[in-house]
Structure formats: structure tokens, C-alpha cells
């Protein structure tokens, strides 16, 4: 607590100014946005609800006259046929009765007529679909049809009882076609709902027998004089036309009205994205909630949005709605308009006043700023700027001398002292004291095969200058495999991963950073070839343990390194690839904790010096999958996989199989040494 109020307490020069200055101008914008505000949304009230319910009422008119003409043609139907008591599908009255009302009113897309007896009469616009496939027939429709009737006359034999008829825009029948389709009337909703009802009914949405098309119908039943069911007819009214119709009732730029059910599942037009099907049903979910008011506003999905939904004019017994939407910032946009060109004149004066601020108290601050980011720089251990601040205040020139001697000293204390260490230092605030800590961590010694003999060849200056290569070679890949580097030790590194700070996975991160050096050093090697040269061959020794890792020393001279039996078989392991002449040894306990990524092959079990106990080495061969460098071939893969069965063998004292095996391995890999070795010993 007493950290907070200090921070809020001790502030600077350039923010003093800047708070005191933004403060007085914020205060004034504040008052003038507000005001225009408040008295904006008092209008956008007033309009919204005479707006919207203008709007819903034109367009719930518009609906309901044109769902009006829709139920007056199954009336005029009925009235024409109910004094037919000798009614057939094949009446030419009939048919030319609703051919002509067909050809008359063009919103008509289908009439229809079922009987008791499953005869059947549907007559088509084609014209007037607008919808692809609308009718399977019209695959099969001459040039110039422009009517479709089928006829469905259940007295006749089955195969020849449903036939097409094409007609001409004359009304002329131009050809016929039959094709069975088991075409039921008496199965379909708006047959059903006429005849229990016995009167006007409209279907719920439904799929048109034989189009596969969406939307209503509206039919009547026909009785005779005696009250007998003659048939039921009636049309169609297409979810396309209705959609098409709704479509057409501009809304502002954006608005859109829709027909949905009582759940807000929005009939008609279909849902053009999943965001407008989830904008209806949020706002049935207010309405639920908040039933006094049906003009409201709705925040959705970051906008505002003007909702009205009254009752669809259909029938009593669907309870569908109407409900029109609309951004506000689209049925407002005037209004918003001046009110944005209000507040972006207060804010550019604002911004103006704001800046001639800033850039004073920046010119005032300037100087101590920089010097506050590089002190930061080097707590980060950041300390490759060089950046000196020019300034006639004396104290600020003081702050920049003293800045820039202690960068200079730590950029020198760096390269003797791990930069993990000393980054650790920093943040806790600490002197470097002795003492140190048990861990479990991956050892890595490297030497540089017969480094004495390629030295007494080349001059001092050269040799500095190839092993200050070598050397940035691989502690810049071992760094970069987030180990720590101990020490130079001659031509050798010795570096652990898992300290100063914990490292789940330091086994494998010792061994790629040994396989990535590997591969550094052979490119540059083949670039030292090129310059005649002479290459260094590296081996690399790693093992896994518990060891006394911190600063070891005396108050005067300290080093922070590791010690104890594990560090001492890394380096034997180092030395062991002699023998082996391989590249990279490691321990069984390195082994064990390996990712089942890394390929290794057993190469003997030995007694390093200093220890009693024999402990068992692999050599590391490569990853299985990763980097093209570290990758092991496909002949080391077999070179493994046959090495590790004949050492078992041996192993396992079975020697005349272990003798065999490996001298297939000499014949198909005569220059690996380890297969010499054994086949040495098996000799004997």
C-alpha cells in the first residue's frame, strides 16, 4: 500500500504539466460532447418510436393487402365449381376457368384442386417462379409454354393416371405428357386443414409436393347442396414471392423486416447470415422479458439496433410476427452526423491544444526520459547503446556521465560472469555471495581433437583468431539452447542446463545444442578447407546428476559454476570418444531422460577414473524428425538398429551371435569403429 501511494505521490515534471494542462481542456470537451448528448438522445427517442411505427404499419398494410388478394382467389374458385355436382379434373369450364384467372393475375404462381376420390388438378405459372427447378416438368416443356396443368385421374390405370398438359401464353394446349409421380392431394397440409376446418386455411411453411419449393397455401373446401365435400381448392403462395415482397420494403439503407414464429425463427426472407437469425432471436428475448413495449432498442454485437414487431396479418391461428430492424446509426445518420461534427471540431480543438502541451513538456522532459530508458536498457542487460544526451541542465549531464561509466563496467563484467547470473543480480537487488545449491542438471564438455598439434602449426595471432571463431560458433549455439557456459577451459566449453533457472527438458536441450554444434562446426569447417585452413574436430561429452551448482570461491574471487561427480563423468565421457572415435558420448542417466525423438545406440559399459561403479554410455546420432541438421540418415538409422540388436546379444553373453552379427555390420559399415572394437574382443 505504501508502494502504491508512493507511486501515485512522486510524479514527473512533463506529467505535472501534462495533467494540469489536459485536465482543464478535457473538462471543457467533456461539458460540450455531454450536453449534445443528452439533448441528441432526447430526439432520437421522440423519432425512433414514431419512425418505426410508421414504418411497421406501411409495411404490415402492404402485407395484409396483398395476403387479402391472395385469399380472395380460392373464394372465387369455390364460387365458380360448387354448383358442379358432375365435377372432374378433366371440366374444360374448369380448367379454362383457372387458366384464364391464371393468365390474368400474374402474382399467381399455382392453382389447385383435390377431390375426395384422390383426383387432382395443379396448374402453373412458369413464368412467374423465378426459382431454379421450380418444377420438374419444365425439363421436359416445349418452346414457348407458359402454363403447366397436371391432371390426376385416379379412374384410370395405374402408370397413366397423372399427365401434363403444356399450354401456349394463348391458352393453347400444345403438347401432353405423362409421367407418375403418386401425386396424393389428400395427403397435403392445405387439403387437410380445409376439410377439418371447413373453411379458409392457411398452412404453416411447408415443402411443395412436386417442386421441393417452400412456403404457404391458402385453400377452401367446396361442398354441393347437400352439404357432400366436392373438393378443395386454393393457391400457393411461395416462401420466394413472399421473401422477394418483404425484400422490397426499404428500411433506411440497412433496415429489414422479416415474417418469424412465435420463437423468433425467422420464415421469410431466409436468414441472409447466422448474425441476423441471432439479431431476431435476442430481440423475441426481450420482448419476452420487457412485453409493455414493442418498439425498443437492442445492443448487439458492439451496435445499437431499433426493433419493432407487431402481429403478421395471416390468420388468428398462426401466431406470426413482423418485425423490422434497423442500425441506429442508419435511421439517424442526420442526426448523428451533426453530432459527430460537434465533437470532431471540440476534439480537434482539443488534439491541437493537447499537442502545443505535449510538445513543450516533452522538450522540457526530454532529456531525463532518455536517460530513465537507458538505465532500464541495462537493468535488461541491454548494453549495446551507446546513446549519450546532450543538455545545458548540469545535474542532467552528471546523470548521463555516471550512466554511461556503468554501462561500460557491467558490458566488462558480463563476459566474465554468466549474463543469467547477472541479469538475476540485478533484478533482486543483490551483492554476489558464496554458497549454492543441490540440482539435477545436463553436463556438456567439448575439446577439440589433437588441438596441440594444430596449434604448434599456425602463429599465435592466427590461432586466437580461429579458436575466437570457433568458440563464438558454439556458445552462441548453446546459448541459444538456453544453457549457461561455465567456462573456457583451453581449447574446451564447459556449460549445464539447469541452472541458475530450472529447465524440465535440459537433457534434450544439452543434446540438440551438441548436434546443432556438430553441424555449425562442420560448415565451418568446410569454409576453412576452402581458405586452406586447417578444421577442428570437436568432442563432446554429456551426463545427467545431481550436482553443487552456485558461486563457489572466496569473497574475493568467485565463479559460479558447478561441481561434484556428475560434472567429473561429463568430462571422462568427453575423453571416451577417443577410443570410440565418435562425436558425442553420453550417460546412461542422459540416456533415460531423453525424448523417444532422439536417436542413440549403446556403446559399451566402462569404468571412468574416480569411480568405482561402471556405468554404461551411448553415442547421440541424431533426431528422427526435426531439423534437416540434426536429422539422422537413413543408413545410421540400420547402422542403430542392427548395433543395438548385437550388442544385446553380446551383452547378454551369447558371443557367437553378438560375432556374427556384428560382422555383418563391419561388411556393411567398414568404418565404424565401435563394430572394430567388438569384433576385437570377440576375436580373443
Known sequence: ???????????????????????????????????????????????????????????????????????????????????????????????????????????????????????????????????????????????????????????????????????SKDLKLITTHREPLGFDPRSRPWYQGAEKTGKLFWTDLYTYALNGVTGLSCSVPVYDSSGKLLCVVGTDVSLYFLSKFLAAQKIGTEGKAYVCDSNGLILAPSA????????????????????????????????????????????????????????????????????????????????????????????????????SKEVDKITRLDLESNLRVFSFIKEVRMMDESIAAMRSALRSFSRYVPKDIVLELIRKGQEIVLGGEKREITIFFSDIKEFTAVSEALSVEKLISLLEEYFAVFSQTILSRHGTIDKYIGDGIMAFWGAPYPAPDHADQACLAALYCQSHLKALNEKRIQNNLPPFFTRIGINTGTALVGNLGTIERM???????????????????????????????????????????????????????????????GVLSGDPQTQVSLEQMELKTLFTEAYNAFEKGDLKAAKTQFEAIHAKFPEDEPTKIYLERLSH
Open 1 to 167: 500500500m505504501q508502494g502504491f501511494f508512493k507511486r501515485f505521490v512522486v510524479r514527473t515534471l512533463r506529467l505535472e504539466i501534462l495533467t494540469i494542462f489536459l485536465t482543464l481542456l478535457s473538462f471543457s470537451f467533456i461539458i460540450i460532447v455531454g450536453f449534445t448528448y443528452i439533448q441528441d438522445t432526447r430526439a432520437f427517442d421522440a423519432v425512433f418510436h414514431r419512425s418505426m411505427y410508421r414504418l411497421n404499419s406501411v409495411i404490415v398494410d402492404r402485407t395484409k393487402c396483398l395476403l387479402d388478394e391472395f385469399r380472395r382467389v380460392p373464394e372465387f374458385m369455390r364460387g365458380f365449381i360448387e354448383h358442379k355436382p358432375d365435377l372432374t379434373v378433366h371440366d374444360k369450364e374448369v380448367v379454362d376457368y383457372f387458366l384464364n384467372m391464371m393468365s390474368q393475375q400474374t402474382e399467381l404462381t399455382t392453382l389447385f384442386m383435390g377431390m375426395p376420390n384422390g383426383d387432382a388438378l395443379v396448374i402453373d405459372n412458369l413464368s412467374g417462379t423465378n426459382h431454379p427447378g421450380w418444377f420438374s416438368s419444365t425439363e421436359l416443356a416445349p418452346e414457348g409454354t407458359l402454363f403447366t396443368y397436371l391432371s390426376v385421374d385416379r379412374s384410370k390405370p395405374e402408370g397413366e393416371q397423372e399427365t401434363w398438359n403444356y399450354v
Open 272 to 371: 441472409e447470415s447466422q448474425k441476423t437469425q441471432e439479431l431476431v432471436s435476442a430481440a423475441f428475448a426481450h420482448l419476452q422479458q420487457y412485453f409493455s413495449d414493442r418498439e425498443f432498442y437492442l445492443d448487439f454485437q458492439k451496435r445499437k439496433y431499433l426493433i419493432s414487431i407487431h402481429g403478421f396479418p395471416l390468420s388468428s391461428t398462426k401466431n406470426w410476427n413482423i418485425i423490422l430492424f434497423d442500425p441506429w446509426d442508419d435511421l439517424f445518420q442526420d442526426i448523428l452526423r451533426a453530432r459527430k461534427q460537434i465533437i470532431v471540431i471540440s476534439l480537434i480543438i482539443l488534439l491541437i491544444a493537447s499537442c502545443c502541451v505535449v510538445y513543450f513538456s516533452k522538450r522540457i522532459s526530454r532529456p531525463i526520459v532518455s536517460l
Open 559 to 621: 565463479n559460479y559454476t558447478a561441481i561434484g561427480d556428475a560434472v567429473n563423468l561429463a568430462s571422462r565421457l568427453q575423453g571416451i570418444n577417443k577410443i570410440y572415435q565418435t562425436k558425442i558420448i553420453l550417460g546412461e542417466e542422459t540416456q533415460a531422460k531423453l525424448s523417444a525423438n532422439f536417436v542413440v545406440r549403446p556403446l559399451d559399459i566402462v569404468e571412468v577414473k574416480g569411480k568405482k561403479i561402471k556405468t554404461k554410455i551411448y553415442e547421440l546420432m
